[in-house]
């Protein structure tokens, strides 16, 4: 039997803000409630939904009527800077609706036993790794490159495990939520972990992240199970075609993080040092038994780049742009064969 899904109500009679709101909403397919907009109070009074489980409204538009409908949540989207009635959540109204829909969820996460719902797409996750032993490679500018220019296409998550995450536009401040925070939900709040991920979300364009631990030490205390514990479960929401890893040597278990790669990336330079190392890494996985990494891995050298944009958005652009759209492509070459080979198999 088909499970109902929740109703949440929008009602704000600016027409031009729930149209976009609206909108926004809808592109987010996995929330956990089937949307019902409104921009006439009488009408939204007059609805035949027999249960409300979050009602949005905006200041303008509410009333003491609006009570009647009983929303299991009831938040005004404040215009006014003046929150006049108790026993009501209030959200700002007037900032990015990326913020107003972590908020809503925030209040309905906090409120709410359930679990938000799982809709499966049946969409297989691909991860790719990048990871290199020696250092000013450009690893983080390729990985985010290759992030944004995967997302254009492709629903693509981007995850930064650097004890330093070498990007300014990464990296939160103090109050947000990171890295760190979805390990301790992932252990302490399994059932709401989609919820948690979906208010914890931060975009560049298309391309979706989560912040990186603003301290590189707490890397060092998260274990190889709650590593690949986090990869399991980020599969298991079909949320995302590929996810983008940008490791380093200060996690425990590089190596079995490498192993849950469809394809690594290994930056280098020509250096006879840079050469060195390398071929110390490769010797160990060698010895560590697992030469599997070193066959999913291409190496390569970007020392024929010599500028890079300031603006991320903009590393879609230029030299190291052309190289990882050559990249793109075979990526997804190979996952057509896979799916045809795949189906074939059925």
Not at 51 to 57: G, N, T
Not at 152 to 181: I, R, W
Not at 313 to 333: F, H, P, S, W, Y
Request: charged content about 25%; aromatic content about 8%; hydrophobic content about 40%.
């Amino acid at each position: 039997m088909k499970k109902v899904r929740k109703i949440m109500v929008l009602c704000d009679t600016e027409e031009e803000f729930a149209q976009l709101m609206s909108e926004f909403l809808r592109r987010h397919n996995n929330l956990p409630w089937e949307l019902h907009t409104y921009t006439n109070v009488d009408n939204m009074l007059n609805t035949e939904i027999t249960e409300i489980a979050m009602l949005v409204v905006a200041e303008a538009a509410y009333s003491q009527e609006v009570r009647k409908l009983s929303p299991g949540r009831l938040v005004v989207l404040n215009e006014s800077g003046v929150m006049k009635w108790e026993d009501i959540f209030y959200v700002d109204k007037y900032q990015a609706a990326e913020e107003i829909l972590k908020q809503l969820l925030g209040i309905y996460m906090e409120v709410a036993g359930d679990q938000m719902p799982m809709l499966r797409t049946n969409r297989k996750t691909v991860f790719i790794g990048n990871y290199s032993p020696v250092r000013r490679t450009m690893q983080t500018s390729f990985a985010i490159t290759l992030s944004l220019m995967l997302a254009e296409k492709h629903p693509t998550l981007y995850l930064n495990f650097e004890h330093y995450a070498g990007c300014a536009e990464l990296v939160p401040d103090m109050q947000s939520l990171d890295m760190a925070d979805l390990l301790y939900f992932l252990n302490a709040q399994k059932d709401k972990f989609r919820l948690r991920l979906q208010t914890m979300l931060k975009h560049k364009g298309r391309l979706a992240y989560i912040p990186p631990m603003k301290s590189g030490q707490n890397l060092l205390t998260i274990t190889v199970s709650e590593w690949l514990g986090l990869l399991q479960k980020i599969e298991e929401l079909e949320e995302y075609e590929y996810v983008v890893l940008d490791l380093s040597e200060s996690m425990q278990g590089l190596f079995e993080i490498l192993r849950q790669c469809a394809r690594i990336y290994t930056l280098t330079r020509e250096d006879r040092i840079a050469q060195s190392k390398l071929l110390q890494y490769e010797q160990i996985l060698a010895l560590y038994e697992f030469g599997d990494v070193l066959g999913k891995t291409k190496r390569l050298s970007l020392s024929h780049i010599r500028r890079l944009p300031e603006e991320l958005e903009q590393l879609t652009k230029g030299d190291l742009a052309n190289l990882v759209k050559g990249l793109v492509r075979e990526i997804e070459e190979d996952q057509r064969k896979e799916a045809d080979e795949w189906n074939i198999r059925i």
